[in-house]
């Protein structure tokens, strides 16, 4: 199952069946996904499985509110088995991950393949700003403000590409800091180059979360050290270079995509008190307006209403508080040894969902898949420290958070309220 894991990821990220001739158009995905589904029921039935993992019950409960969204706010049961066949490789990647992630060499692998297929991006938008082509024949978008590398796949959106590169930063530097002379020399370059596709990608959201996860980093892990002096040196260099683009794309509020992203998050809200409790169905937002949402959440409580949108928020608590909590926890002698990794990822991974809750504000990534697999990670590591630590006082859990997550989601959505109403007055 682990294996068929590794290969639905690489499927997911970097699709091969789509740019290497061998396989060209192949539906790969569809088959690997298959097989992961048949031996996740095989473990089900056979009892060798955690049913008791928070995130995989939230996950669940968040894909069947999707699926059932059109039946509930309108009768469309063909949107239903769209949904259904949507939400499948969400489902597959989250489920199936936290069943065979079950040691630190298989969350190792899962994180160098993660890395990886990055880096492959990072080399395709290298090799579109040198020669005009990359991978595939993939060209680079020529737009008003300049030129807009993209990648394959799901990440043929720049958008899509600079939130992918934003949320590996954190991975990268917490590797980078780590001591010794080799994995600063291996990962420097890969940083570098991340870093060039990401500012390549002129994306103003990827590029200002990617601040937001640089800050969340160094506050996490440089605490009265060395590291938060040159990290805050990182950020502000950061910072001076991504300036002169987003001044080239000053923001009016009267005009252009600002105008067009308040008239959505408003035509949103105004859904949200006609239909609450279901929405308006998954998929259905573009057949009552003309534009994207330009926001996950209201996306997300648009066409979900406040029951998809409750788990949603769910799961971006969970991922939140247990990732913050792992890099708090304190390494007992009884501890493993690779107990101080999960420390450090846990630092990597809340940075990592910080640079995703401040892209999503403004960018429509409420079913992004490499969040879902960060998530997944987390999970897992929660999973494996409860094995030999006693923390389960620490981690999410429904029995006690359930309230929480929902006065986070009313919260979101006053918040959300008051924000478009304050830039309608600007």
Known sequence: MYFLYIIYIILIFIRPQDWVPVILDMRLLNPVGAALILCFLMRFYGKRIDRQSP???????????????????SGYIHGAIDSFWAMLPLLTLTIAGVESIRSWEKLRLVLTVLISCTILASVNSILQMSRGVGFYGIMPIQESYGVRVQAFGIFNNPNNLALLHAMIIPLLL????????????????LLIINLVSLYETRSRGGQMAAMAGLFAFVLTTGRGSKKLFWGNA???LFLIMILPHIQRKSIDTHHGSERGRMEAWSFGLSTFKKKPFAGLGYGMWREHWKLDTHSSYVLSFAETGLVGFYFFIGMLFLGIKDSWRLGGLKREPSDPGEFVW???????????????????????RTYYLPLYLYLTMIAAITNLIRVNHEADQYFYSLEHDWMKTGILAAESIAGIYLFTRTLWRW
């Open 55 to 73: 995130f995989s019950k939230l996950t669940v409960l968040f894909v069947l509110s999707v699926i059932l969204s059109p039946i509930l706010s």
């Open 174 to 189: 917490g590797a980078l800091l780590w001591p010794g002379l080799m994995p600063r020399v291996l990962t420097l370059p």
């Open 234 to 236: 990182l950020c502000i």
């Open 342 to 364: 999960y420390i450090n990822l846990g630092h990597c991974l809340f940075a990592a969902l910080i640079v995703y809750l401040v892209a999503s504000l403004f960018q429509t």
